[in-house]
């Protein structure tokens, strides 16, 4: 069973800066793509960017390229979400997931995704 527990979500002024952790356990981490999606309330989930399993490529959606970066380090199982230049939009619960795919194309929509967390709130003030 894999389990993704992400951390790192807090309440910050706008223009400031937030890093995301996810970490893996029960899995064999360089298996899965990782990706970050996000939920603002009352809306759907959606893209944030995604990494590739070895973190040689990575994908991001155009309203956080520029951004936000996102990495990952297969010896300790977790990716990393790097947050600057934060805006009061970027308000939601931040999801880390995994996907056994390997096409790209994929990596953009959270149905292809196998497994998720739980989520953590991050919450950008004015």
């Known amino acids: 069973q894999v389990q993704l527990v992400e951390s790192g979500g807090e309440l910050v002024q706008a223009g400031g800066s937030l890093r995301l952790s996810c970490e893996a356990s029960g899995t064999s981490f360089s298996r899965f793509a990782m990706g970050w999606f996000r939920q603002a309330e009352g809306k759907g989930r959606e893209f944030v960017g995604a990494?590739?399993?070895?973190?040689?490529?990575?994908y991001y959606s155009d309203f956080v390229r520029g951004r936000f970066t996102i990495s990952r380090d297969n010896d300790e199982n977790t990716v990393f979400l790097q947050m600057n230049s934060l805006k009061p939009e970027d308000t939601a619960i931040y999801y880390c997931?995994?996907?056994?795919?390997?096409?790209?194309?994929?990596?953009?929509?959270?149905?292809?995704?196998?497994?998720w967390g739980q989520g953590t709130q991050v919450t950008i003030s004015s």
């Open positions: 997931a995994g996907t056994v795919s390997i096409y790209s194309a994929d990596y953009y929509s959270p149905l292809n995704y196998n497994y």
């Open positions: 990494v590739s399993r070895v973190g040689a490529n990575t």
